[in-house]
């Protein structure tokens, strides 16, 4: 089994900054893409950012220039850098992987549980 724990959310006052993280652990051959998701309130699931296996990255236009997404591959690890947060950056994020295990021929998706930004004064 494979899972993803995120961490670094919070409360956060407009423009200041939080690092959110997410760690893949189990039985990993390799992780494909890697990306961030969000939901607000009453919204559906939007793509933040992602980053490919590369290093390729694409982001939102909404968040252009403030968010940065990183992946460590040694350690099996993205990082979402937000910096001059919004009050409409408040949402549940959730990291997402695209990963292959020994098990399986083909890779599948898998999801962190989610961790709460709420970007208030």
């Known amino acids: 089994q494979v899972q993803l724990v995120e961490s670094g959310g919070g409360l956060v006052q407009p423009g200041g900054s939080l690092r959110l993280s997410c760690a893949a652990s189990?039985?990993?051959?390799?992780?494909?893409?890697m990306a961030w998701y969000r939901q607000a309130p009453g919204r559906e699931r939007e793509l933040v950012a992602r980053i490919t296996s590369g290093g390729s990255t694409n982001y939102a236009d909404s968040v252009k220039g403030r968010f940065t997404i990183v992946r460590d591959y040694a350690k099996n690890t993205m990082y979402l850098q937000m910096n001059s947060l919004k009050p409409e950056d408040t949402a549940v994020y959730y990291c997402n992987m695209f990963v292959r295990t020994p098990y399986r021929v083909v890779g599948s998706d898998y999801w962190g549980q989610g961790t709460h930004v709420t970007v208030s004064s």
């Open positions: 189990g039985s990993i051959s390799s992780i494909n893409a």
